[in-house]
């Protein structure tokens, strides 16, 4: 088998305003799998598109297999053997089209197969044989549309494979996939690597998985690599690599609070949705307090967060709030009684990716922003975005900034932020630190600590044991569309917890 190789040298990119990369050096060879991690804005995402041609107004050089060369274009990289799949993968795919047209798009577009009678046969032969290969058990017949989010992603890695990929840059692969389904993609990973001396990059913020899928890690932190190619071995700790990515001692990445809950704020009776996704769901909210609602992908989280916000319908149960019975029956219903959501998917349903700061700062209390006619009062509206942008530190140059060029942490402050400018009492975080890097963690804990010192109520959904046993009081374990058991989180720990998850009684 052929071997690879990809070199950097003093690559620097410039921004209006922001060096984005400094001087950076970086290689990588067949066969290798490479952890690039990195607080949010280190300049893991710039350095991953100049290699994959996406950024051509780079300064440096790049040598491949001992030849100089200039990426100048995606295309060009293609051609190079590099390929990139993103975070966003329904963005790169056609969900109308089949498995097979999207595996072999490239070829059907400007490779051989352009032509006046397309053989559909070989299509789907080919695209068969890529999937079998990775051992992927997709029909290439399927249309994009009816896959899960894992069963995507890996369409889109064969497609990579099918291009005759030397490199392949993953970001953030793990993020919307389950414990199960994450296991699968490492398996793919170390087929590629071992079996067809692919050389993968792996970019995640999820520090703990990358001792068991990477061989190898750099650290990036303000547009520079501070660790190079450091080995993962048993003496390097997340604390260790925290400590790389922050530039400063990073003893404990959540710190305790000293807690004083109040009365009881929110209570939820008898909850159920219909459909056998939530089951007659028993919750208790303090003033002040902060429960976490944790379990296995497929427990129920996620819809019980949308039953609690009224977004889905409730088919039996009753909501209290402050001991008074409520009708939470719609979404509208929940913002007048105060209640907050921040949903799982932020871009999809927590944010308007295509509207500004001031826009987003402003939906949940637009009433306070209208002139009598109901027309946007701009200077107040750009007034209660400044408050926001500074006391939340979003970092955005400008309040009309779109927030889809914000970062993930960035945009969750944007998502949180409408319902504090809204004055809500009870806030539902579901998955509020996915896709974010630890130091943007932890300005959320910080804020959801000063959420409860305001005496709101936070309920903390997450699949991430350990974040629920650091900041909450007491945890509600769900399985199967049932609370299983309630805890308290001084007196348990990951394994009890995890027992309650996988249906223990």
């Known amino acids: 088998m052929e071997k690879h190789k990809i070199e950097l040298s003093g690559i620097t990119v410039d921004f209006p305003g922001v060096r ?3 001087n950076c050096d970086f ?20 350095l991953m598109k100049v290699i994959s041609g996406v ?12 030849n100089d060369i200039r990426i100048s274009s995606p295309i060009e990289a293609k051609s190079l053997g590099i390929e990139m799949v ?5 963005t790169a795919l056609f969900p109308k089209l089949s498995v097979g047209e999207n595996i072999m798009f490239n ?9 006046a009678m397309i053989s559909w046969t070989e299509i789907f032969k080919t695209s068969k044989k890529v999937l079998n290969d990775l051992n992927l058990n997709i029909n290439p017949k399927a249309l994009i549309s009816t896959l899960s989010i894992a069963e995507k992603q890996m369409v889109l890695i064969a497609r990579a494979i099918q291009e005759e990929c030397r490199f392949l840059i993953l970001d953030e692969p793990t993020a919307p996939l389950s414990s199960v389904e994450v296991e699968e993609l490492f398996k793919i990973v170390r087929k590629l690597s071992d079996e067809k001396h692919v050389g993968v990059i792996f970019v995640s913020h999820r520090l703990s998985e990358l001792f ?4 190898t890690i750099t650290v990036m932190r303000n547009g520079e690599i501070v660790v190079d190619k450091m080995d993962i071995s048993s003496d390097l700790t997340i604390n260790q690599i925290c400590t790389y990515m922050l530039g400063t001692k990073f003893e404990e990445i959540f710190p305790r609070r000293k807690t004083d809950i ?17 089951k007659s769901v028993d919750i208790v909210l303090g003033e002040g307090e902060i429960i976490g609602i944790c379990g296995l992908v497929g427990a129920g989280k996620s819809e019980l967060s949308k039953l609690l916000f009224g977004a889905d319908k409730c088919s039996g149960g009753k909501i209290y709030i402050r001991s008074k019975e409520v009708s939470i029956r719609s979404t509208s219903a929940s913002t007048k009684n105060k209640i907050a959501l921040i949903p799982e998917e932020r871009r999809k349903e927590g944010v308007f990716v295509g509207l500004d700061v001031v826009s987003n700062l402003a939906m949940a209390c637009i009433d306070k922003l209208l002139y009598i006619f109901a027309f946007v009062n701009q200077k107040k509206a750009i007034t209660n975005a400044n408050v926001y942008i500074d006391d939340l530190g979003i970092k955005t140059p400008s309040p009309f900034q779109k927030v889809k060029n914000l970062s993930g942490g960035n945009q969750q402050k944007v998502a949180i932020g409408k319902w504090l400018a809204a004055d809500a009492d009870i806030y539902i975080m579901d998955e509020p630190t996915k896709g974010i890097d630890v130091g943007a963690k932890r300005e959320i804990f910080d804020l959801i600590y000063g959420l409860a010192d305001k005496e709101k109520g936070v309920i903390f959904i997450s699949s991430e044991i350990k974040e629920v046993l650091a900041v909450t009081e007491r945890i509600y374990v769900m399985y199967n569309g049932n609370i299983q058991k309630e805890l308290i989180t001084a007196n348990t720990n990951e394994q009890e917890i995890m027992y309650y998850a996988t249906g223990g009684k």
């Open 20 to 22: 984005a990369l400094n």
């Open 86 to 90: 993103y975070q966003e993968v329904d």
């Open 107 to 115: 070829r059907l577009v400007q490779g051989e197969e352009q032509k």
């Open 27 to 46: 290689a990588i060879a067949s066969g290798e799998v490479r952890a690039v991690v990195g607080e949010n804005g280190a300049g893991k995402s710039t």
């Open 55 to 66: 950024y051509p107004h780079y300064e440096g050089d790049i040598n491949i297999d001992g």
């Open 212 to 215: 068991e899928i990477c061989k």
């Open 262 to 278: 109040g009365e009881v704020l929110f209570e939820a009776k008898g909850l159920c949705d219909g459909n056998g996704k939530v």
